[in-house]
């Protein structure tokens, strides 16, 4: 029996690092059913396996328990949801404020699931070097947003290399989840950051402003500084799961932060009387955006379509 780490997932093979840094190919023994939850993947990247050798194959035949993990719905219509990467050490969402655009709503998604796991986020803002004053302005409106929160902002340019040793250096030493929707420069800016992997990287539609999927699996790759990067397919929509609604404001650091001060215990922030995050977007300490993604993930059906 030996132990190891899953560094690609394929769907039906999976790629696993042992204890002494030997590469093995493996597939999995049985069915997995992992903390009852119906996902499509039952082992992804980032978790700890014991393998052993059956028939002249290597066979996955325990999962070790998860420190953490983020999920997401599988796709618009599926009740399944996908394990997107565990274990991780930290996540950072890339943003693009146009070519493609990123939306408030997908970024708040993303940020409330990483909250509900307790996997602290970074923002990185990338392909500055495009940007005309309009999308800088936006730009510094979003910045402000999330860093008053608490969340760490990178600006970079992954094309040009801009800020790119700040990026290393939040990097170092753990395990880093990248995600964010194709064509944000996912790909392009771990090239950069890890010369040698040659990730394929893809143009933008300029008929949609979006980008075309190059990641079609999770990986993970080493990093000859320190730490592990793991790239994720690109995501267009960010469904929740898993979360109760009256959980929900939990993972809105401002929102439940200001909650202590309603009426009611009880309170949704929705119809309620001397409601203080009401009166807090309205004076604008809580950011109106933030609030409308609050709102659109506690009232949205759980077979709705997951948004973008």
């Given at each position: ?68 993990y ?67 302005t ?65 143009e ?32 267009r ?20 932060k ?49 948004r973008?």
């Amino acid at each position: 029996m030996k132990e190891g780490l899953i560094i690609k997932s394929t769907g039906s093979w999976y790629t696993v690092k042992s204890n002494d840094g030997v590469i093995h190919n493996c597939r999995i023994k049985g069915r997995f059913r992992m903390d009852g939850i119906r996902t499509t993947n039952p082992i992804s990247v980032g978790d700890k396996v014991d393998f052993q050798e059956e028939n002249e194959a290597n066979v996955i035949v325990k999962i070790h328990d998860r420190k953490n993990y983020i999920i997401r719905k599988s796709s618009n219509l599926s009740k399944h949801s996908q394990i997107i990467a565990a274990n991780i050490d930290q996540a950072f969402l890339i943003v693009t404020v146009n070519y493609p655009l990123t939306t408030t709503t997908f970024i708040d998604r993303f940020l409330a699931a990483a909250e509900a796991y307790r996997i602290p986020v970074n923002l990185i803002f990338n392909k500055i070097d495009r940007y005309r004053p309009n999308d800088l302005t936006r730009l510094g409106e979003l910045k402000f947003t999330y860093e008053k929160i608490g969340y760490k902002c990178f600006e970079i340019s992954a094309k040009q290399g801009t800020h790119l040793d700040i990026i290393r250096e939040a990097l170092k030493g753990k395990i880093n989840l990248l995600s964010g929707h194709s064509g944000v420069g996912k790909s392009t800016l771990i090239n950069a950051i890890q010369p040698g992997l040659d990730l394929k990287t893809g143009e933008i539609s300029e008929a949609h402003s979006q980008g075309k999927h190059t990641t079609t699996f999770s990986e993970m790759f080493e990093l000859d500084f320190g730490g592990y990067i793991i790239d994720t397919p690109g995501i267009r929509g960010f469904g929740t799961i898993d979360m109760e609604k009256e959980e929900m404001s939990h993972f809105f650091p401002e929102i439940f932060k200001t909650s202590a001060n309603c009426q009611f215990n009880n309170c949704t922030h929705v119809h309620e009387p001397k409601c203080a995050v009401k009166a807090a977007v309205e004076i604008g300490e809580i950011c109106i955006t933030r609030y409308e993604s609050y709102l659109g993930m506690i009232m949205e059906d759980e077979n709705s379509k997951y948004r973008i």
